[in-house]
């Protein structure tokens, strides 16, 4: 007995939908680097009075040199549990991949909008609406390589903003 052509195509619809994508390691579709190693990762730490940043939120993204419309970003309320509290502020480890897109600038292919170098953007919003523009708003920007995990980025309300690469790791 046959199975209804239905019935095969459903199995067919299942086994791809449920199949898994890139084996880790393997080249992204454009930009020849693994797809694995499109993340950015590492350390940011809001700094300053911790009255200052009792309410809010911080997003980090990723956007091309230059421009800054973000590629891929995630945001984080400061009462979210991944924050832990520091002698100085605020910690967040952070990792952005391609789960995190938020703009593709050409369709079907989220890999080939992400070159080796970027440009990381750290933004506290002290109403924590990263849409709107209002006075407490503190960001910065860092060029970085794409697939960094030692990225140490600082947001200091009040006070000089400073994000590098950690040297050394």
Do not use: Q
């Amino acid at each position: 007995m046959r199975a209804p052509s239905s019935c095969v195509a459903l199995v067919a619809f299942l086994a791809a939908a449920c199949s898994p994508g890139a084996a880790p390691g393997s080249p992204g579709p454009t930009t020849g680097l693994p797809a694995d190693s499109i993340v950015f990762a590492g350390d940011l730490a809001l700094l300053g009075d911790p009255a200052l940043f009792a309410a809010g939120s911080v997003t980090v993204g990723v956007a091309l040199p230059g421009e800054d419309e973000l590629v891929l970003a995630r945001s984080w309320d400061l009462g979210d549990s991944a924050w832990r509290m520091d002698r100085d502020g605020r910690r967040l480890y952070f990792r952005l991949d391609a789960r995190d897109v938020v703009r593709v600038r050409r369709p079907g292919n989220a890999a080939a909008d992400i070159p080796p170098n970027m440009d990381l953007v750290a933004r506290f919003d002290p109403d924590g609406n990263p849409a709107t523009e209002e006075a407490g708003v503190v960001r910065t920007r860092v060029h970085s390589r794409t697939g960094a995990r030692d990225l140490e980025v600082e947001l200091a309300l009040g006070a000089v903003v400073a994000a590098h690469d950690a040297p050394g790791r």
